[in-house]
Nanobody, 116 residues
Framework: QVQLVESGGGLVQPGGSLRLSCAAS????????MRWYRQAPGKERELVAS????????NYADSVKGRFTISRDNDNNTVYLQMNSLKPEDTAVYYC?????????WGQGTQVTVSS
């Protein structure tokens, strides 16, 4: 059974940093691409960042390039999202996601609120 459990969200002031984690289980983590999405109130869910199975390839939404970094630890089945220089518009629920055996699998999400 695929499980994705996000953690690390919270309230942070503009310009601050947070590091999100997503612990994975129930599948061959080192064999799949992992993704972070986010969904702000009243908006559609959007792709924030992705990382290839080996970690050698990453992609970012234009809105987060240069501020966010996605990484992974295949020994510990965990994917991370380091978020720096946070802005109020980064406020959203952040989800990790993977496509495995014909299905999209999502975590429960973690709330990130950027506000002074």
């Amino acid at each position: 059974q695929v499980q994705l459990v996000e953690s690390g969200g919270g309230l942070v002031q503009p310009g601050g940093s947070l590091r999100l984690s997503c612990a994975a289980s129930g599948f061959t983590f080192s064999g799949v691409t992992m993704r972070w999405y986010r969904q702000a109130p009243g908006k559609e869910r959007e792709l924030v960042a992705s990382i290839s199975s080996t970690g050698g390839g990453t992609n970012y939404a234009d809105s987060v390039k240069g501020r966010f970094t996605i990484s992974r630890d295949n020994d510990n089945n965990t994917v991370y999202l380091q978020m720096n220089s946070l802005k109020p518009e980064d406020t959203a629920v952040y989800y990790c996601m993977t496509y495995y055996r014909l299905y999209n699998h999502w975590g429960q999400g973690t709330q990130v609120t950027v506000s002074s």
